[in-house]
């Protein structure tokens, strides 16, 4: 990956994908890599990746495939190996804030799940690591909130192994299990938002459904431990598959351009280790199909080609492992078949059940060995326990442990813990789990693990057989993983088991270059003037004279059916020696062409400019010659002109200065005579206006003579007419600055500054307070015009009279407390009235045998009083308005009403009504108004503490004491004989 990154091209876009994909190898490695006792930092999955690339060969995106995560290394490690990389990298590298969000802690030691004898590797610094997968997350796409989800989930991992459970035996006899410490439980359901109740009884119980039946059985210790380890890997196989989703998701090509594909297969080797568990079963398997696909198109392939080319050939024998896979992948009698069946089959299976299977279908199968099988040779076998079988494979003799086989096969998850993953706040693991949700139980049986993996392995090989393969061999030159140490008898084993000494045989018996007639002539044809620029035969015709006519010898090449072959590399080297040598001259030519084409096409233009610039030129001097001529014109004709019009001017001006001279003199005598006629004017006009002063004088003396006469009588009457009006203007003025509030309530009011403006002040208070109340009354709606009135008929009628009436009077009269239109309970009830509903409410109806109360529906129309049952909505009694009389309560504070019917009406046949409601107020006010408006007479209110109720025939007294509640504050009522209902009023 990093080669590739290294020759592809720059950009800001190529950087970032590049990016990307070098950065996703960090992330895998970290939750998909471990240590073994051979390596330090092995791949414990497949990983097969298609990188995308556009026409210039820069990388567009990928996508990964993953197979077969070694799940079983979450929860039991082998001696000298560790758990995967990202909960060492997680504990150590993890801040002291993170550790306390995840209730994690960086002793080793208290998590089950960890070995901690291998937990430190030299070299491998933990810390650094987790801090490169953060900073990978990030560069990948990881959004701040999925990488702490992911956290979160492997947190949950490491502490689900610290469960521990206890047994405890039932009644019944049977076995269950109880946790011993519930905390790990508790800080697990904290993590991961899940119901700790459901998460406990998931590992005490299991749930089996089959049809219609739904049977639940307790667990007892073993299982329970079981189910704790089949959650953990589930947990983290299906967390790894995610994180491999969203890379893809980040890393996918985002065009839609046609582009070419390189697959990199990374993958795990051969294993054999002391203990060979179902794992290594299924990976040496694996490498089985990819040493399969290596003959068939090494080996074997290229061996068939040289006889379907009629080339001469000598056969070269190799060792073919289709008889292993086969043993492995056969469908009714392979390993797997067997497994699966084995799995399948009802009543007990164990693995020991599942090897004798084997001893009996397999014992003759060559590549086949175990100890309990029919075949003899094998039965006094130290080196083959009896719980064991060996596969001779390609590499080598394997020796299986049976023991895991069925359970790891079966890789089964109970429901109820995939129910309680489900069911998680945790929106990452609720994802995880999606056959949880009970909406989509599914009772078929889930795939088993081996068969999973064999269909998966069948598509690699389908894509692998779709691409032209290169292998890159690892061979490894000691078991110690150390450097300049070099074990030749393990790299000769390796050379043999991996088909090497057979590909190189092949090789050199062979021919190293072959192509098809077609394209071999297309890239060599200018080598050969009788093939150049076009050869109209045959290609393979073609291409003889071209190696006849280059003189190539003939031991160097073979023709085949369709294709050229060439035995030696340094004849094709020649070759495109020689095709580069002429690509060179070719392309001389070409320049030699081009450039003469173009000082030619270079100098047709320059002609051309010239003969336009040429005849440009010669417009631009005509042009330039006229307007110099024209100018000159110009200017002798403006001296001219200019000469004419100066003796005209001179001739006009001495006209002018003469009749200018006559106009002057005629204008002097003429002001001359002006100023003495307005001389003239002013001392007459002064004559006259001193004549008027004195005359005016003469009257004013004659006035004031004949007024001191009448001025002392008159004079104080004025003055006090005069304060008078400037007292009250300024009383005015002050008021307009001193104005209350424009609200109804405010008490406030000027003083009154003056004794004898005391009515006044008074009466533009009133005015005033008529005139802010007029404006209050303006602002409302009729609705609230029509709450205000009831409002004001309530205090008519209860004011002073009913100790209840204060506590009504801040409570807005609602009318309809119960929703009937809206409430689906009340749709039959609703449908039965036709009339709009002024109130409804739920009231308490008085028994009057016994005092006791039954909660009714009180319904009031325009036209009706309506009593219905609370529960059903079913109407009880229905009274017209005309035949309510009169409405009874007490003076005190309680909510106790009687509606008085007509004697002889059809409603009273059973009695009066007495009831008890929380807004008696409200309820007798609007029973008043309705009863008005509709009958035009004033329905009767009583108030009085003693009243009769008709019950029937009998008239029945109710009477309102102050006693001492029990219930507190609320009033109660006992009947005390036949014709006496006490209400005790707190």
């Excluded at 060492?88 to 801040?95: I, K």
Aim: glycine fraction near 4%; aromatic fraction near 10%; hydrophobic fraction near 35%.
């Amino acid at each position: 990956m990093s080669y590739v990154a290294a020759v592809c091209g720059k950009g800001a876009e190529v950087n970032q994908v590049k990016e990307q994909l070098l950065q996703s190898n960090p992330v895998l490695e970290a939750f998909g890599n471990a240590k073994t006792v051979r390596n330090d930092n092995s791949s414990r999955f497949g990983k097969y990746m298609d990188i995308e690339f556009d026409f210039k060969g820069d990388p567009l995106g990928g996508v990964i495939s993953n197979y077969l995560l070694e799940k079983s290394r979450v929860v039991k490690q082998p001696r000298g190996e560790r758990n995967f990389h990202v909960f060492y990298q997680l504990l150590s590298g993890a801040s002291e804030e993170l550790l306390y969000k995840l209730k994690l802690e960086r002793d080793f030691s208290r998590y089950n799940y960890l070995s901690l004898d291998s937990a430190k590797v030299n070299g491998v610094d933990d810390a650094a690591n987790f801090r490169t997968v953060r900073n990978a997350m990030q560069i990948v796409g990881f959004l701040d909130h999925e990488a702490e989800a992911v956290l979160e989930v492997v947190a949950a991992v490491l502490k689900l192994g610290n469960i521990e459970f206890k047994p405890e035996s039932r009644v019944n006899g049977l076995d269950e299990s109880k946790i011993k410490d519930k905390n790990e439980l508790k800080e697990i359901c904290e993590l991961t938002s899940i119901d700790q109740v459901v998460l406990e009884r998931a590992f005490s119980f299991r749930t089996v459904e089959a049809k219609q039946e739904k049977v639940s059985t307790t667990l007892n210790v073993a299982q329970a431990y079981y189910a704790r380890d089949a959650l953990a890997k589930n947990l983290y196989s299906r967390l790894f598959s995610w994180l491999v989703n969203r890379i893809n998701e980040s890393i996918k090509a985002q065009t839609k351009v046609r582009k070419k594909v390189m697959g990199v297969l990374d993958i795990y080797g051969f294993e054999i280790f002391e203990d060979n568990s179902f794992e290594q079963f299924i990976i040496n398997y694996c490498n089985e199909k990819l040493q399969q696909i290596f003959i068939e198109l090494t080996l074997k392939e290229e061996q068939e080609e040289y006889i379907r080319e009629d080339i001469e050939w000598t056969h070269i024998d190799y060792f073919n492992n289709a008889i292993i896979c086969d043993l492995i992948e056969n469908n009714t009698n392979g390993i797997l078949a067997m497994l699966d069946e084995e799995c399948l089959r009802p009543g007990t299976v164990t693995d020991e059940t599942f090897l004798e299977k084997l001893n009996q279908v397999c014992a003759t199968h060559q590549h086949f060995e175990s100890r309990m099988s029919k075949c003899s040779r094998f039965l006094n076998d130290t080196t083959l326990p009896h719980s064991c079988f060996r596969i001779q494979h390609y590499a080598g003799k394997v020796l299986y442990q049976v023991e895991g086989f069925v359970d790891k096969n079966n890789d089964l998850l109970y429901r109820d813990l995939s129910q309680a993953m489900w069911k998680a706040g945790h929106s990452l693991i609720k994802s995880l789990f999606p056959e949880g949700n009970p909406a989509k139980v599914n009772l078929k049986r889930p795939p088993t693990a081996g068969s999973q993996f064999k269909a998966s392995v069948a598509t690699l090989m389908r894509n692998l057989q779709t691409k032209n393969p290169n292998y890159i061999r690892c061979i490894k030159p000691n078991d110690k993983k150390a450097a300049h140490i070099f074990n030749e008898s393990l790299v000769c084993h390796q050379i043999r088991y991996l088909g090497l000494l057979e590909n190189v045989r092949v090789r050199r018996a062979g021919y190293a270059f072959r192509q098809a007639y077609e394209p071999c002539l297309e890239r060599y044809k200018m080598l050969c003037k009788q093939t150049w620029p076009h050869w109209k035969g045959p290609a393979r015709s073609g291409v003889e004279v071209l190696f006849n006519e280059l003189e190539i010898p003939v031991e160097e090449h073979s023709f085949g059916r369709s294709k050229i072959f060439i035995r030696n590399p340094r004849t094709l080297f020649q070759l495109e020696d020689l095709r580069k040598q002429r690509l060179e001259d070719l392309a001389t030519l070409i320049q030699k062409i081009y450039r003469g084409w173009k000082c030619r096409t270079h100098f047709l233009l320059m002609k051309r400019s010239q003969v336009v610039i040429a005849a440009w030129y010669r417009r631009y001097a005509q042009q330039k010659r006229y307007q110099q001529i024209k100018s000159s014109a110009l200017v002798i004709q403006s001296y001219i002109r200019g000469w004419k019009a100066r003796k005209i001017l001179r001739e006009l001006k001495h006209q002018k200065r003469c009749k200018e001279a006559a106009t002057t003199i005629a204008a002097y005598w003429h002001g001359t005579q002006a100023r003495r006629e307005l001389k003239r004017l002013k001392e007459e006009a002064r004559r006259k206006h001193a004549v008027a002063v004195i005359w005016a004088y003469w009257l004013g003396l004659k006035v004031r003579r004949e007024y001191r006469k009448f001025f002392r009588a008159n004079a104080g009457k004025k003055i006090y007419e005069f304060t008078l009006q400037r007292i009250v203007q300024k009383y005015l003025l002050e008021m307009k600055n001193k104005m209350p509030s424009l609200s109804p309530i405010d008490k406030n009011w000027p003083s009154r500054p003056y004794l004898f403006l005391d009515s006044t002040h008074k009466e533009l208070k009133r005015i005033f307070h008529l005139w802010r109340c007029k404006k209050y009354r303006d602002q409302f709606t009729d609705q609230q015009k029509l709450i205000y009135e009831e409002k004001l008929e309530a205090s008519e009628l209860f004011k002073d009279k009913k100790a209840l009436y204060p506590s009504s009077v801040g409570q807005p009269f609602q009318g309809a407390y119960l929703e009937i239109n809206k409430n689906p309970k009340y749709k039959k009830l609703k449908d039965a009235i036709e009339e709009k509903i002024i109130i409804a409410e739920v009231v308490n109806k008085i028994n009057r045998a016994n005092g006791k109360s039954t909660s009714r529906i009180f319904l009031l129309t325009n036209n009706n009083l309506l009593l219905a049952d609370q529960k059903s909505g079913q109407i009880k009694s229905e009274v017209p308005l005309v035949d309510v009389t009169k409405v009874s309560m007490s003076s005190q504070n309680d909510g106790f009403f009687a509606v008085h019917l007509k004697e002889g009406s059809e409603a009273a046949s059973k009695g009066d009504f007495l009831f008890s409601s929380d807004h008696l107020i409200e309820m007798a006010t609007k029973l008043y108004r309705t009863t008005l408006s509709q009958t035009k007479q004033k329905l009767n209110i009583e108030i009085s503490d003693e009243f009769l109720v008709q019950f029937r025939q009998d008239k029945v007294c109710v009477k309102f004491i102050q006693g001492n509640q029990k219930n507190g504050s609320v009033p109660t009522c006992k009947r005390k004989n036949n014709r006496l209902l006490e209400v005790a009023v707190p």
